[in-house]
């Protein structure tokens, strides 16, 4: 099956710096989104992104299709962004979502 | 409405016992799934509905038995559970598979004593 690798495992920020999250995928995809899991257990759906570029307040992603790969980029970190992001990809339009083993993000004051 | 609901919260139920989780969703979606989540990992699919029709099952054990009784909402029947069933079960929807819009609620924690 698909494989998908994401680095780094972990990062850790003052708040205010800028950082790059990336996702590399195994295979040709339909469906490639990024979510972040809040401490609580909350999974949050930021990107809908299986190619192109997209844009919302202080992030952004970008999804190199024929290069199988992603990147979600966060800016002026907040320590609310802290958790886990995670991409997730759909080869076929099945729902059938694979997650990669995530990003563990601490950002401190 | 643009949630999806989860209820139990938490549960802690025996190995003897039958427990049921519960989604709910009023989007429209017409794509639910069941996701199990261990501790430290990433969310892995169990079972996908589309339009009420079971159209994954990740050869998920029969000890879990999903339910779709109409589009809105989402049941998943537990019974003989074993201890490494304890996990956060989580519920999403979207408004047809491979579509945008993907949302997850916000989990039943499971503990198997």
């Known amino acids: 099956g698909i494989q998908v690798e994401q680095s780094p495992p972990d990062l850790i920020l003052q708040e205010g710096a800028n950082s790059t999250l990336r996702c590399n995928f195994s295979?040709?995809?339909?469906?490639l989104q990024w979510f972040h899991q809040n401490p609580w257990g909350q999974l949050i759906n930021l990107f809908y992104?299986?190619?192109g570029t997209k844009q919302n307040g202080r992030l952004s992603a970008t999804t190199v299709a024929t290069e199988r790969y992603s990147l979600l980029y966060i800016s002026s970190s907040q320590t609310t962004d802290s958790g886990v992001y995670f991409c997730?990809?759909?080869?076929?339009?099945?729902?059938?979502?694979?997650f990669g083993q995530g990003t563990t993000l601490q950002v401190k004051p | 409405d643009t949630e999806v609901t989860q209820t139990p919260k938490h549960l802690v139920m025996g190995m003897t016992n039958k427990k049921s989780l519960k989604c709910e969703q009023h989007m429209g979606h017409r794509a639910m799934y069941w996701y199990k989540q261990k501790a430290k990992k990433p969310p892995e699919l169990m079972f996908v509905?589309?339009?009420?029709?079971?159209?994954i099952n990740e050869s998920v054990p029969s000890r879990f038995s999903p339910e779709c009784p109409n589009s809105s909402l989402l049941n998943l029947h537990l019974h003989a559970l074993q201890p490494e069933d304890s996990a956060l079960y989580l519920c999403?929807?979207?408004?047809?598979?491979?579509?945008?819009?993907?949302?997850f609620g916000s989990g039943t924690r499971l503990t198997v004593v």
């Open positions: 509905y589309s339009y009420e029709k079971l159209s």
């Open positions: 992104i299986p190619s």
């Open positions: 295979d040709s995809v339909n469906n």
């Open positions: 999403a929807s979207s408004p047809d598979t491979g579509f945008d819009g993907y949302t």
């Open positions: 997730a990809v759909d080869r076929s339009n099945t729902g059938k979502l694979i």
